[in-house]
């Protein structure tokens, strides 16, 4: 009887919110990922940990006294916004997203523009 209650009160509890989603890959170039794209999932219930996590890592270039863009870590860690320098030429920044499923694709990065190919209409 304990059992099917306990039962009962878990699918109620995540029946509204359910899972979360995400794309997990440890090197994201920008473009693909070079350890092979994999899905991860989380409880959607508490609030801290509702959400997909990408982190960014630049590297500082000498020559031009900027950080460029190195790689992207994408998780299903419980996710704190911000920018941490990892080390004196490692930049780390985070974002967080809690949008809808597999939010976390790696585009929220702004060093990586999309380039679109194709004629423009002239008149």
């Known amino acids: 009887m ?11 509890l995540f029946e509204v919110e ?4 995400c794309h997990e890959c440890k090197h994201f170039d920008g473009d693909i990922c070079q350890t092979g794209m994999k899905s991860c999932w989380k409880f959607n219930v508490l609030m801290y940990n509702k959400s997909c996590s990408t982190e960014n890592f630049y590297f500082y270039d000498r020559n031009t006294g900027r950080y460029l863009f190195r790689y992207t ?3 299903c860690r419980p996710c704190a916004a911000g920018i941490v320098q990892v080390f004196h030429d490692l930049l780390s920044e985070t974002f967080c997203c809690t949008e809808d499923n597999f939010c976390n694709d790696g ?3 702004f060093d990586i523009g999309s380039v679109t190919l194709g ?5």
Request: no cysteine.
């Open 18 to 21: 359910g899972l979360r989603y």
């Open 119 to 123: 004629e423009t209409e002239t008149e």
């Open 107 to 109: 585009s929220a990065n």
């Open 73 to 75: 870590v994408l998780s």
């Open 2 to 12: 304990f059992r099917s209650l306990l039962l009962g009160i878990v699918m109620v």
